[in-house]
């Protein structure tokens, strides 16, 4: 970078806060773009960008009416999901990175980056993206900064995150400390060369710094590898912090049941990717005089309040949902936040009248779609028109049931919580634990069959700690052993319960053993009964289930015998399952819980194992 152009940098840095100033100016000669933008967040600057987006052939702006002011990306066919191979927690020891994480010394990572990020935005911009993670008049807000040279970031962060002249005002008043998060696509423009729709590099680096809270993501324009104040920070980073102070950053979604005698109760849930969350977070109940309000669909931050009770906050401002699955019939909230606009699709297909599809949106597929690679497609092609791990990207306040508190700094209590995964045998539909540790257990040996939103193979059963996995910044054991520490943290009496569900299990025909989505309602029900003492359950080894008449089957092809199925504990499974668990826990050594490998030893006991 010339002398000329890093006087540029620094005359257009328009902040007082002198740390930021800095790390900008450092970054800039680093990477070396061609200009350093600083995003306001205004809708006219967005407009601006979108359109030069569409421009560059990066965005398509959708022209059905059904979808106003929106856009679809479609994106390299080999950048479209997270990497967890290529992500990296580099902690001083690698002892702190445990053996749930990849690892290497951050000398040795941060000299190799700068490799990279040496002339990384030659040829592009780079975009300063001030941003706060949950309300900006919480208590301690949590800044953050991206940097970052793709412009369908900024338009993807604007929808996900608070950002712009708001956030960067407070934070230089405070002089306040931000977590630097820096992005690029790293693909840079020589002088006159081209650009592609959607640049990125083979290469992909997705690297954590836990003790300097950093972020350094390199050659992926996708989701949760380019939207840093998601998953990087809002988890991987926030779980270190939460692990520091006390609290609980985690990958769940939260939602407001009312039961019809007007008593409210918050649940939370954690599932791994593409297994439910975002759909029950928008929940559409079917039984009577029970009421479904979202407040988030991805992430909640837990804190312990004044009385010992557990309050959680959506840190987000938008969802970012798997798009095959999600209609009319099975989840119209979220259909009808998407249809309300603003919003940008990656990797779906596109209808002749310049709308947006996807495998499940409506009963019936059009006749004819362009698919995510741009090529024709018909209800014959034998082929998804969308690709399975396809997102909308949509603003939170567009869900027409949003409860009012979301926009709390102080957030709502959590009453209770569920872990749940994708199983087709063995997990009942419903379990709730025997105690907070027994429900800690069945959080640490939580398996789902893995989805299309990590690259990788898809179907294979894996364990993944309270859905956490890929995102526990730091050792899994010392993670497992802070959550079980909540407990005498808290007040006891306000602990949430905990609750294992899997609306995934099959029945003897093959076919899903539970109708799921809305119908889920019922579980919540039986769950919320359980807290209020009026549900009956029978125990089991691992804990207690819904009697078959306890569930609500009102207006359901259902029996009590279909749920007696749905929640059965079968000894031969869970002979299988316990040598699994066995081989899980094993790969802890030392730093597994004494309190945890009692539970193991108890279940062991009870299953006469
Ligand atoms: P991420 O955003 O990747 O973290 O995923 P998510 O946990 O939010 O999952 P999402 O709600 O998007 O659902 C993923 C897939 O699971 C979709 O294809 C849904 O149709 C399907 N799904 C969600 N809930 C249910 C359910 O209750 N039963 C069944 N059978 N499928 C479900
Ligand atoms: C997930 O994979 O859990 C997602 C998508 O929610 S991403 O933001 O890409 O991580
Ligand atoms: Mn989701």
């Given amino acids: 970078m010339s002398e000329s152009s890093d006087q540029k940098v620094i005359d257009a840095a328009p902040t007082t806060h002198s740390k930021l100033a800095a790390w900008v100016q450092e970054i800039a000669e680093l ?26 052939g990066t965005l398509q702006k959708l022209t059905d009416p059904s979808f106003p002011n929106s856009f679809a990306a479609f994106s390299d066919p080999k950048d479209v999901a997270r990497v967890e191979e290529r992500t990296f927690i580099c902690s001083e020891n690698e002892k702190d990175a445990g053996f749930t994480n990849n690892w290497e010394s951050p000398v040795k990572m941060k000299s190799m980056l700068k490799g990279l990020f040496d002339g990384a935005m030659r040829g592009r911009t780079m975009y300063v993206i001030p941003f706060v993670m949950g309300p900006l008049d919480a208590e301690q807000p949590q800044y953050g900064v991206e940097l970052t040279d793709s412009a369908y970031v900024v338009a993807s962060m604007r929808i996900m995150a608070r950002i712009g002249n708001d956030v960067l005002r407070k934070m230089e008043a405070e002089e306040a400390f931000f977590v630097p998060a820096l992005h690029s696509v790293g693909a840079p423009l020589a002088p006159g060369q081209d ?53 609980l950053a985690e990958h769940m979604l939260i939602l407001k049941l009312t039961n019809p005698e007007g008593k409210s109760y918050n649940v939370a849930a954690a599932f791994p990717s593409a297994c439910g969350k975002t759909n029950l977070a928008l929940l559409d109940p079917t039984i009577d005089g029970w009421k479904a309000e979202t407040l988030g ?58 709308g947006v599809w996807w495998e499940g949106m409506t009963d019936e597929a059009p006749a004819h779609l362009t698919d995510w690679l741009g090529n024709d497609w018909t209800p014959d092609s034998g082929r998804p028109a969308a690709h399975p791990n396809s997102r909308f990207c949509t603003p939170i306040s567009q869900v027409d049931m949003l409860a009012q508190e979301y926009y709390s700094p102080d957030g709502v209590e959590i009453h209770a919580i569920l872990f749940g995964g994708r199983r087709k045998t063995t997990i009942p539909l419903v379990t709730q634990a025997r105690s907070w540790t027994n429900g800690i257990f069945m959080g640490s040996t939580l398996s789902s069959e893995t989805t299309a939103a990590a690259a990788g193979a898809v179907g294979v059963v894996r364990r993944d700690p309270m859905a956490m996995l890929p995102f526990i910044g730091y050792n899994a054991g010392d993670y497992l052993n802070h959550w079980d520490s909540i407990e005498s943290k808290a007040n006891p009496e306000r602990l949430p319960k905990i609750f294992l569900v899997n609306w995934f299990r099959r029945n003897a025909e093959g076919g899903f053993a539970w109708p799921g989505f809305g119908d889920n309602s019922r579980v919540l029900k039986w769950a919320i009964d359980r807290i209020e003492g009026k549900a009956d359950a029978v125990e089991t080894p691992i804990g207690f289930v819904p009697t078959g008449d306890s569930i609500d089957l009102t207006g359901l092809d259902m029996t009590p015998a279909d749920v007696d199925a749905a929640v059965s504990v079968d000894k031969g499974e869970w002979a299988t399952e316990l040598a699994s668990i066995e081989e899980w826990y094993a790969k802890f050594g030392e730093a597994l819980p004494a309190s945890l490998r009692s539970e193991l030893d108890g279940l062991k006991e009870r299953m006469g194992a």
């Fill in 31 to 56: 990477t070396k773009p061609d200009h350093v933008y600083w995003v306001d967040g205004t809708q006219e600057e967005n407009d601006r960008l979108t359109a030069e987006l569409v421009a560059g």
């Fill in 195 to 247: 650009d592609v729709a959607w640049p990125c590099n083979e290469d992909k680096w997705i690297v954590h710094f836990p003790e300097e809270r950093s972020i350094w993501s390199y050659g992926s324009g996708y989701g949760g590898n380019a939207l840093l104040g998601k998953k990087c920070y809002a988890l991987r980073i926030a779980s270190v912090m939460a692990r520091d102070e006390g609290w």
């Fill in 297 to 354: 669909d991805d992430i909640n931050w837990m804190r312990i309040g004044k009385e010992g009770e557990l309050r959680g906050v959506n840190p987000e401002y938008g969802l970012f949902g798997v798009a095959p699955g999600t209609g009319w019939s099975t989840n119209p909230n979220a259909m009808r936040a998407i249809t309300k606009g603003n919003s940008i699709f990656t990797n779906v297909a596109l209808t002749d009248e310049g």
